[in-house]
């Protein structure tokens, strides 16, 4: 792994139709300026990827991930599935994500990163959603490094706080904790991204909920974007 700051080029927006979810990130991302933060529908923003919160199984059957199967067409679940399957053996881990075409002009990719394994399942006691959101970014560096620059912006919707059950302040400080550490690193793989997080969030239940937690990725060589 390698310490590599994120191009400022990336535009990061995070968007929800949840106020209190919006709230929560206003507070947890107060000192991170450049960080977009609006309430409205993901399906407004104008940017290169949308983040979609799935199943391992990439079954857009709720929450989010319907409403851009819906917005998208029947075919954005193939596709999702068809990396799930190329990739993953057909099971996503949480904390990993798979970024493929959207068939659309706007978003020109999907981002699907799981924060449950089945669908509707009660996330609310776990560290997936620092998991997904660190993934979702990962999948950005990754694409970046396949195609440079074919990911200039991104949005993201509260992961978890629908249908995973997690609670707006929770939600908002682990979603700053897998910004910050895509902020500063690239990952060999999901695997050591997810060894990482929960190497140094295992603990994280007995801190109060407004605790934000930096990572700090070990110090050893991994791949350039």
Not at 40 to 61: C, F, H, K, Q, Y
Not at 208 to 215: D, G
Request: aromatic residues 6%.
């Amino acid at each position: 792994m390698t310490d590599n700051r994120v191009q400022p080029r990336l535009r990061v927006v995070l968007t929800d139709l949840n106020a209190q979810v919006v709230q929560a990130w206003r507070a947890a991302f107060a000192d991170t300026p450049e960080i977009e933060i609006r309430r409205g529908s993901i399906l407004d923003e104008d940017v290169d990827a949308w983040v979609t919160p799935t199943n391992s199984r990439g079954r857009m059957d709720g929450g989010v991930d319907a409403v851009i199967k819906r917005h998208l067409g029947a075919g954005i679940q193939l596709r999702v599935q068809r990396a799930i399957r190329d990739g993953f053996a057909g099971s996503l881990p949480v904390g990993s994500a798979v970024c493929v075409p959207s068939g659309a002009q706007t978003p020109r990719f999907l981002i699907s990163t799981p924060t449950m394994e089945q669908s509707s399942q009660d996330v609310g006691h776990t560290l997936n959603v620092a998991l997904a959101c660190a993934a979702a970014f990962q999948a950005v560096h990754r694409q970046n490094r396949v195609s440079p620059g074919s990911i200039r912006s991104v949005a993201l919707v509260g992961m978890g706080a629908q249908t995973g059950r997690v609670p707006a302040q929770v939600c908002a400080n682990l979603m700053w904790t897998g910004y910050t550490l895509f902020n500063d690193h690239c990952f060999d793989s999901y695997d050591d991204l997810r060894s990482t997080v929960t190497g140094q969030l295992a603990d994280i239940d007995s801190a109060p909920a407004t605790t934000r937690v930096r990572i700090a990725p070990p110090a050893r060589p991994g791949f350039r974007r």
